[in-house]
């Protein structure tokens, strides 16, 4: 079993990088780790500028560390969840689709194999990804704001690595239960926008994995954080794992 | 601009040019892709910063389930 993950893991990193999947991810994380802090330090003058040539006189707080991390925080959460969606999509579906997992299957390799190397596979590419980005934008948030918590930092990645992971592994296992990929990042685009909005709602809100957006800027601030989205966290994970586990034990290749 | 702009976000750019190489690279050597025609992903890929090297590399550069 552990040469069969060993294999199957070599088989989705070779396949991560031949798809771009492992390059695109990088990228994206490069460039949020080094737009954040920027867009945060030039944000007053780009607004000057705009208000200078609209005639519109603009008073801006001053801009420090915390307004870099929001704006990291974001990017990430918002638009990486779905770059991120995206990436994940196929990872399942695509393979019924084109053949491969049933090329697979011919094979004495149980699902639970197979889905849990494509998750490990995906941990592997967040954690790279996610590292890279904390130590670009520690680089430039330092250089650009001086007093920035840097230890802080770091720890709160930790929990930006946890909510891209519950969107990654949502996907996938979503990926495993359908048939196509559009249909896979579909209803984990509509699983994630329902979290969302149930994060902004007051008491129950706090159940919702979504909510560990807000976590991370009260570890870089230094304040208690609640455990409540992180056991909706681990059990989104546990329940999409399980769920997909159950769809592709039943699962039949079409010929 | 100031010298300190420019050194902070060269490597914005680099970034960007590196992505629209590689979608060039393989959008020079397939002859068919997924969705738009050839033309189409060239602009896309080559105006659309960020966003349409991605969309190229994870959709327009599959055909067939077979990249």
Redesign the interface.
Known sequence: MHNNIGILLWKEMTEGL????I??WV??C??FG??SP?SAY?MPDILAMIGSTQNIALTLTEVTYRDAVDQYVKNFTQIGSI?MI??AMGSVA?EK???SLQFLMVRPISFHVILFAKIIALMAMVVLGIGIAALVCAL?TQYLFPGFPLTLFIQSNLILLLYLLVIGVMTTSLSAMVSRPVTAGLASLGLWLVFSMLGSLGGAGWYSFTRLASEIIQVVEGFPISLKPFSSAILVILGSIEGALCVLSRWEPSH | MSKEFVLLVTPLVVLELILKLVCLRDWMKREQVNGLSRTAWLLIFLFVNLFGPIAYLVYGRKHHGHD
């Open positions: 031949r798809s771009y999947r390059l695109i990228m994206v490069l460039f080094i737009l920027l030039y770059i995206f990436l695509g689709a084109d053949g430039y």
